[in-house]
């Protein structure tokens, strides 16, 4: 809800350009009627001061119209009539948007100057008020242009903040951090800033961090802007009021009711001039915080009073109000009044899009004409959930199928949005975000084939879950395989390579242990013009070459009969999970069948995930087997996987890519005793390969394999130099002496490069520069290193190379945002190191993980780890992993054959899964293209044999005919 974000600076703005003609030559009756008018501004009595400035109007436009200063003076007259008709003045908000049409016509020809730029802000939160963002930013860019051709530092400053704050609205969160960014960096670079702009400095990246979920960044902004604004305006400030209003909304999304709590009554404590216009934000928040405590009848109560409150102060229409009214409707339908409920929303809906006019509540607005779209696919998801709510209740199927056609509203405008956005990062909030949304509607469209036995629900449903899976990747993946197809696209390409170019500088310089501030500002500063320039090719793109914007990044995702025809064989089965909103979704599919389960997960799920794993690398037996056979029951156990099925094929969701999945128990064992060898392991019941979405699956099958040249690039550094550093200038990593030589990894390096052809790179010779100059050399590369996982930037995770102390460009570090620049063309990436499969969640994406970066490099197949493990058993692994690869087996069974080999050659104690069960495969399983090395000598021996087989048919021959 936007009423105490974009409220405070329609308060602080409006009454922030002081109107008064002082000028030499102004005729005397016009500065008559402006003095009157100023004072009864004063007096609030602003009808009988219009009444002033409209005489002065009508004297201009009819006596003075070729006056020097006519089209200033008529500027200010109308900016006067403008903020008069304002929610701080007479709330007539048509006739404030005219105003604010009217007011541009004579700023054209004025030159820039600081009456221009006033004029051109108070328009611009004209146009904000009315919820249009986008013509609200393009005002707001004339005044940075003014403000930079005026010298006018502090006026840019807040410009740029207001402008990232519209940003937000349009969900185009990347480009609000920038502008605020940008903002952050002129205030510091100021002799003597003031305590009031470092207030709002931090109150924007406070709301940027809390609309990307990243609330405890928000807090910490949010505190620094409440020490400064208690430094410039005291505690009973309307300043601090809309610090306490940000702390909740954190702590609210935190779901810690009694913090909120805390700062609800201070706002209600609290006491400053005109509190009485934002009590509707009070009792909204009030609201909001018994929603979360689930007293849903006093939270009716509370959003009813907040809209009192707002109709006397902003009017029945404001912008603010959809919050409340979308708010009001959960907990209206939470109490079974849905008809209440369904209006409620629908009154959402219209205050968002004007263009939605029908008062019916199975009608539903379309994508455009809405002010926030964001808040418009929640609301049409409200909708959906208070139709399937009145269905359970009562029965009615048409209440069901009312909630399936706000779901298909909500796909196509998903859709629609998805392909307008350009930026991944915006793209990667608005998907995580949209994820209880898909989840809702996946839910929907079971039900409705729980009571049609319509297959074709079940198919919608599965294409839904494909659609909220690894898109950004998909998309990654789609624009390196054709953007060089379109000329239209170069310049966008250029632009993206610079940036990515950029970024990665950028990156790597905020990691150092002492970075250059200098440099850190110059390369933000280039970002931020780089993007700017990015928007404005987007903008030309979507006018002069609409075809072109609306396709450039639709991909085909896979439907059920695609994945049934193109990628299962009978012996498989493609499990893919989505986890929902206190429930796990399981879409179970043969070459013949689909199925759809869904289940009420536990309220420690997640927990026991993590315990699950923790009992493995703890060695903790009765815990393992305990969670073993339950996670089994929850996850596998009741699905109908048919007996002929050998190989599953699965899709995680969240947390489930923690999960070593050929761990899990199938039957309940004896916890007391320990004997690992005997343990029913799902490793010997099914050849398990995994993926981040079935799409992918299938593009790997259908892809034309295309390699430079089919060759091993296999690397096992030595870490002596690395270590000497780290140790000498003490950096980030602080290198434990246990990373050493890796006596296992030399000898599976030199094991591979006999069974296959290819370059080896062993010690002092294994260097990053190495690996970044012999990428095209290998279709598979085998990495036996050392890994360092960064849990809380994934972008920092990296491998390590040996050091070279001629190579000053490369640091022996190859980080994840380093291989996201990289452009493999590797059939297999095997990474025989620690924790490359392991890293931070990224909802709808999966694990941002070594393993996952490689993906984005562009190999469609990685081999990684979850944990560490030890030298020795790693190895054993690989070598017998690759054995069976060079005998003609696919990947999966390969990696099966050689745990289970593994497991049949050690004791009780070495056999257990903390050893074998960290590795999983990423991808196509199909076998290597890359055919094994064949010695000359062996081929010179069948030569021999052939040519002996020959001349034995020649010699009988001959003693035939003789015969």
Same mark, same amino acid.
Request: glycine share 4%; charged share 20%.
């Given at each position: 809800?936007?009423?105490?974000?974009?409220?405070?600076?329609?308060?602080?703005?409006?009454?922030?350009?002081?109107?008064?003609?002082?000028?030499?030559?102004?005729?005397?009756?016009?500065?008559?009627?402006?003095?009157? =008018?100023?004072?009864?501004?004063?007096?609030?009595?602003?009808?009988?001061?219009?009444?002033? +400035?409209?005489?002065?109007?009508?004297?201009?436009?009819?006596?003075?119209?070729?006056?020097?200063?006519?089209?200033?003076?008529?500027?200010?007259?109308?900016?006067? /009539?403008?903020?008069? +008709?304002?929610?701080?003045?007479?709330?007539?908000?048509? @006739?404030?948007?005219?105003?604010?049409?009217?007011?541009?016509?004579?700023?054209?020809?004025?030159?820039?100057?600081?009456?221009?730029?006033?004029?051109?802000?108070?328009?611009?939160?004209?146009?904000?008020?009315?919820?249009?963002?986008?013509?609200?930013?393009?005002? /707001?860019?004339?005044?940075?242009?003014?403000?930079?051709?005026?010298?006018?530092?502090?006026?840019?400053?807040?410009?740029?903040?207001?402008? =990232?704050?519209?940003?937000?609205?349009?969900?185009?969160?990347?480009?609000?951090?920038?502008?605020?960014?940008?903002?952050?960096?002129?205030?510091?670079?100021?002799?003597?800033?003031?305590?009031?702009?470092?207030?709002?400095?931090?109150?924007?990246?406070?709301?940027?961090?809390?609309?990307?979920?990243?609330?405890?960044?928000?807090?910490?902004?949010?505190? @620094?802007?409440?020490?400064?604004?208690?430094?410039?305006?005291?505690?009973?400030?309307?300043?601090?009021?809309?610090?306490?209003?940000?702390?909740?909304?954190?702590?609210?999304?935190?779901?810690?009711?009694?913090?909120?709590?805390?700062?609800?009554?201070?706002?209600?404590?609290?006491?400053?001039?005109?509190?009485?216009?934002?009590?509707?934000?009070?009792?909204?928040?009030?609201?909001?915080?018994?929603?979360?405590?689930?007293?849903?009848?006093?939270?009716?109560?509370?959003?009813?009073?907040?809209?009192?409150?707002?109709?006397?102060?902003?009017?029945?229409?404001?912008?603010?109000?959809?919050?409340? +009214?979308?708010?009001?409707?959960?907990?209206?339908?939470?109490?079974?009044?849905?008809?209440?409920?369904?209006?409620?929303?629908?009154?959402?809906?219209?205050?968002?899009?004007?263009?939605?006019?029908?008062?019916?509540?199975?009608?539903?607005?379309?994508?455009?004409?809405?002010?926030?779209? &964001?808040?418009?696919?929640?609301?049409?998801?409200?909708?959906?959930?208070?139709?399937?709510?009145?269905?359970?209740?009562?029965?009615?199927?048409?209440?069901?199928?009312?909630?399936?056609?706000?779901?298909?509203? *909500? $796909?196509?405008?998903?859709?629609?949005?998805?392909?307008?956005?350009?930026?991944?990062?915006?793209?990667? *909030?608005?998907?995580?975000?949209?994820?209880?949304?898909?989840?809702?509607?996946?839910?929907?469209?079971?039900?409705?084939?729980?009571?049609?036995?319509?297959?074709?629900?079940?198919?919608?449903?599965?294409?839904?879950?494909?659609?909220?899976?690894?898109?950004?990747?998909?998309?990654?993946?789609?624009?390196?395989?054709?953007?060089?197809?379109?000329?239209?696209?170069?310049?966008?390409?250029?632009?993206?390579?610079?940036?990515?170019? $950029?970024?990665?500088?950028?990156?790597?310089?905020?990691?150092?242990?002492?970075?250059?501030?200098?440099?850190?500002?110059?390369?933000?500063?280039?970002?931020?013009?780089?993007?700017?320039?990015?928007?404005?090719?987007?903008?030309?793109?979507?006018?002069?070459?609409?075809?072109?914007?609306?396709?450039?990044?639709?991909?085909?995702?896979?439907?059920?009969?695609?994945?049934?025809?193109?990628?299962?064989?009978?012996?498989?089965?493609?499990?893919?999970?989505?986890?929902?909103?206190?429930?796990?979704?399981?879409?179970?599919?043969?070459?013949?069948?689909?199925?759809?389960?869904?289940?009420?997960?536990?309220?420690?799920?997640?927990?026991?995930?993590?315990?699950?794993?923790?009992?493995?690398?703890?060695?903790?037996?009765?815990?393992?087997?305990?969670?073993?056979?339950?996670?089994?029951?929850?996850? $596998?156990?009741?699905?109908?996987?048919?007996?002929?099925?050998?190989?599953?094929?699965?899709?995680?969701?969240?947390?489930?890519?923690?999960?070593?999945?050929?761990?899990?128990?199938?039957?309940?064992?004896?916890?007391?005793?320990?004997?690992?060898?005997?343990?029913?392991?799902?490793?010997?019941?099914?050849?398990?390969?995994?993926?981040?979405?079935?799409?992918?699956?299938?593009?790997?099958?259908?892809?034309?394999?295309?390699?430079?040249?089919?060759?091993? %690039?296999?690397?096992?550094?030595?870490? @002596?130099?690395? $270590?000497?550093?780290?140790?000498?200038?003490?950096?980030?990593?602080?290198?434990?002496?246990?990373?050493?030589? %890796?006596?296992?990894?030399?000898?599976?390096?030199?094991?591979?490069?006999?069974?296959?052809?290819?370059?080896?790179?062993? =010690?002092?010779?294994?260097?990053?520069?190495?690996?970044?100059?012999?990428?095209?050399?290998?279709?598979?590369?085998?990495?036996?290193?050392?890994?360092?996982?960064?849990?809380?930037?994934?972008?920092?995770?990296?491998?390590?190379?040996? %050091?070279?102390?001629?190579?000053?460009?490369?640091?022996?570090?190859?980080?994840? +945002?380093?291989?996201?620049? %990289?452009? /493999? &063309?590797?059939?297999?990436?095997?990474?025989?190191?620690?924790?490359?499969?392991?890293?931070?969640? !990224?909802?709808?994406?999966?694990?941002?993980?070594?393993?996952?970066?490689?993906?984005?490099?562009?190999?469609?197949?990685?081999?990684?780890?979850?944990?560490?493990?030890?030298?020795?058993?790693?190895?054993?692994?690989?070598?017998?992993?690759?054995?069976?690869?060079?005998?003609?087996?696919?990947?999966? *069974?390969?990696? !099966?054959?050689?745990?289970?080999?593994?497991?049949?050659?050690?004791?009780?104690?070495?056999?257990?899964?903390?050893?074998?069960?960290?590795?999983?495969?990423?991808?196509?399983? &199909?076998?290597?293209?890359?055919?094994?090395?064949?010695?000359?000598?062996? &081929?010179?021996?069948?030569?021999?044999?052939?040519?002996?087989?020959?001349?034995?048919?020649?010699?009988?021959?001959?003693?035939?005919?003789?015969?």
């Amino acid at each position: 809800m936007m009423n105490l974000t974009i409220k405070c600076f329609n308060l602080i703005i409006l009454l922030f350009f002081t109107i008064g003609i002082v000028q030499a030559q102004v005729p005397n009756e016009i500065e008559l009627l402006n003095k009157e =008018g100023t004072l009864l501004d004063k007096e609030k009595q602003y009808a009988k001061a219009n009444e002033k +400035y409209l005489k002065v109007v009508d004297l201009l436009n009819n006596q003075h119209k070729k006056h020097p200063q006519y089209h200033l003076l008529l500027a200010k007259t109308y900016s006067k /009539l403008m903020a008069n +008709y304002s929610p701080d003045g007479l709330l007539n908000l048509p @006739k404030m948007f005219e105003y604010a049409e009217k007011v541009q016509v004579p700023l054209k020809s004025l030159p820039d100057a600081k009456d221009k730029s006033f004029i051109l802000y108070q328009v611009a939160i004209a146009y904000a008020i009315q919820r249009n963002f986008k013509k609200a930013t393009n005002i /707001l860019t004339k005044v940075i242009a003014v403000a930079q051709n005026t010298n006018d530092t502090l006026l840019e400053i807040r410009t740029l903040g207001t402008l =990232g704050r519209f940003q937000l609205n349009l969900s185009l969160y990347e480009e609000a951090l920038n502008y605020f960014e940008k903002a952050k960096r002129m205030s510091q670079q100021l002799p003597n800033v003031s305590d009031a702009i470092l207030t709002t400095v931090y109150a924007n990246l406070g709301l940027a961090s809390r609309l990307t979920d990243r609330y405890s960044l928000s807090i910490e902004y949010h505190q @620094k802007q409440l020490d400064y604004t208690l430094k410039a305006f005291g505690e009973s400030s309307f300043r601090t009021f809309a610090v306490y209003n940000h702390m909740i909304n954190n702590y609210v999304a935190l779901k810690k009711n009694k913090e909120a709590r805390k700062y609800l009554d201070k706002m209600f404590e609290i006491e400053f001039p005109g509190k009485k216009r934002v009590m509707g934000g009070i009792y909204y928040q009030l609201g909001v915080i018994l929603q979360l405590e689930d007293q849903h009848d006093k939270a009716v109560k509370a959003f009813k009073t907040s809209l009192d409150y707002q109709f006397k102060a902003y009017g029945k229409e404001s912008g603010n109000n959809a919050g409340i +009214y979308e708010r009001m409707a959960v907990s209206l339908s939470k109490t079974k009044k849905f008809q209440a409920a369904l209006e409620s929303n629908h009154k959402a809906l219209q205050i968002n899009n004007p263009t939605l006019t029908s008062t019916s509540v199975e009608s539903y607005p379309g994508f455009k004409g809405a002010a926030e779209i &964001k808040e418009q696919i929640k609301a049409l998801s409200e909708k959906g959930e208070i139709w399937k709510n009145w269905f359970l209740a009562t029965g009615e199927l048409t209440h069901l199928k009312k909630a399936y056609k706000a779901s298909q509203t *909500i $796909l196509a405008q998903l859709k629609e949005w998805k392909s307008t956005q350009a930026d991944p990062n915006n793209l990667r *909030i608005f998907i995580k975000h949209s994820q209880p949304v898909f989840s809702r509607i996946v839910d929907i469209l079971l039900i409705l084939y729980q009571k049609t036995q319509d297959q074709q629900y079940l198919y919608q449903a599965f294409q839904v879950a494909e659609q909220s899976k690894a898109y950004i990747l998909l998309r990654s993946l789609f624009l390196t395989s054709n953007l060089n197809k379109d000329a239209s696209s170069i310049l966008e390409k250029n632009l993206e390579q610079q940036l990515k170019d $950029l970024q990665e500088k950028l990156t790597a310089e905020q990691g150092k242990k002492q970075p250059n501030k200098k440099l850190i500002d110059q390369y933000q500063d280039d970002i931020f013009t780089l993007k700017t320039n990015q928007d404005s090719l987007q903008s030309a793109f979507k006018k002069y070459a609409p075809e072109y914007y609306k396709t450039r990044y639709q991909f085909q995702i896979a439907s059920t009969k695609d994945i049934q025809t193109s990628l299962l064989k009978p012996e498989e089965a493609l499990i893919e999970y989505q986890i929902g909103e206190g429930q796990l979704f399981i879409f179970i599919m043969t070459f013949q069948k689909l199925e759809l389960k869904k289940v009420i997960l536990p309220k420690d799920f997640q927990d026991k995930i993590l315990a699950f794993r923790k009992s493995i690398t703890d060695k903790d037996f009765p815990q393992f087997t305990q969670l073993g056979y339950e996670l089994y029951q929850l996850l $596998l156990k009741e699905l109908s996987i048919p007996t002929s099925i050998q190989k599953l094929r699965i899709v995680p969701s969240g947390v489930l890519y923690y999960l070593p999945w050929e761990a899990l128990l199938t039957q309940p064992t004896d916890k007391a005793s320990k004997n690992y060898s005997s343990l029913p392991y799902l490793l010997q019941k099914y050849v398990i390969s995994y993926d981040y979405s079935a799409t992918l699956m299938l593009n790997k099958v259908r892809q034309q394999a295309q390699f430079d040249k089919e060759n091993l %690039l296999a690397f096992s550094p030595d870490f @002596k130099a690395q $270590l000497a550093l780290n140790n000498r200038e003490q950096k980030r990593d602080q290198l434990r002496d246990d990373i050493a030589a %890796l006596k296992g990894a030399e000898a599976e390096v030199v094991a591979l490069n006999k069974l296959y052809a290819g370059q080896l790179f062993m =010690g002092k010779n294994a260097t990053e520069y190495s690996f970044r100059n012999n990428l095209k050399n290998g279709s598979v590369i085998h990495l036996a290193t050392h890994a360092i996982v960064d849990d809380e930037r994934p972008a920092y995770s990296r491998l390590l190379f040996s %050091l070279s102390t001629q190579d000053t460009l490369n640091d022996g570090y190859l980080h994840a +945002y380093e291989l996201y620049n %990289l452009k /493999l &063309k590797a059939e297999l990436v095997t990474l025989s190191a620690c924790n490359t499969g392991f890293g931070k969640i !990224q909802s709808g994406e999966g694990v941002l993980s070594l393993g996952r970066a490689f993906a984005y490099a562009g190999s469609p197949n990685v081999l990684m780890s979850l944990w560490s493990v030890p030298d020795q058993s790693t190895s054993q692994i690989m070598i017998e992993f690759y054995k069976n690869l060079a005998s003609g087996m696919p990947k999966d *069974i390969a990696l !099966q054959q050689a745990k289970l080999t593994y497991i049949e050659s050690t004791d009780n104690m070495a056999n257990n899964p903390f050893y074998w069960s960290s590795f999983v495969l990423i991808g196509d399983p &199909k076998p290597l293209s890359l055919k094994p090395y064949t010695p000359f000598y062996l &081929k010179s021996l069948f030569l021999w044999l052939v040519g002996l087989v020959l001349m034995g048919g020649v010699f009988f021959g001959i003693a035939q005919r003789y015969q």
